[in-house]
Nanobody, 121 residues
């Protein structure tokens, strides 16, 4: 019901910044919780951040809290992840995902293809 496409990944030096974008299409996007996940080689996929349908509630993993900011623009069917003070351990494929239920309900049913983020000197 929802199609997602990430963009904005690339190579950045430690301490740098990057902004990821996710374009959504399909019905009922504005009522979906949206999340960003990441997966590094040899590691489990983990949630990075999530935002409620209204934008009024957010969640951040402890590892990125204070450095990353999730936001959304429902009028444009877009969700963003601003990443500051990047560290090498942030290197991963980042995925945008849509959740038809509340932020604290982990029912992410729709996924993008992912975008590579590499943090290296």
């Amino acid at each position: 019901q929802v199609q997602l496409e990430e963009s904005g990944g690339g190579v950045v030096q430690p301490g740098g910044s990057l902004r990821l974008s996710c374009a959504a299409s399909g019905r009922t996007f504005s009522r979906y919780t949206m999340g960003w996940f990441r997966q590094a080689p040899g590691k489990q996929r983990e949630i990075v951040a999530a935002i409620s349908w209204s934008g009024g509630s957010t969640f951040y993993a402890d590892s990125v809290k204070g450095r990353f900011t999730i936001s959304r623009d429902n009028a444009k069917n877009m969700v963003y992840l601003q990443m500051n003070s990047l560290k090498p351990e942030d290197t991963a494929v980042y995925y945008c995902a849509a959740n038809p239920r509340s932020l604290m309900t982990m029912t992410y049913e729709y996924w993008g293809q992912g975008t590579q983020v590499t943090v290296s000197s």
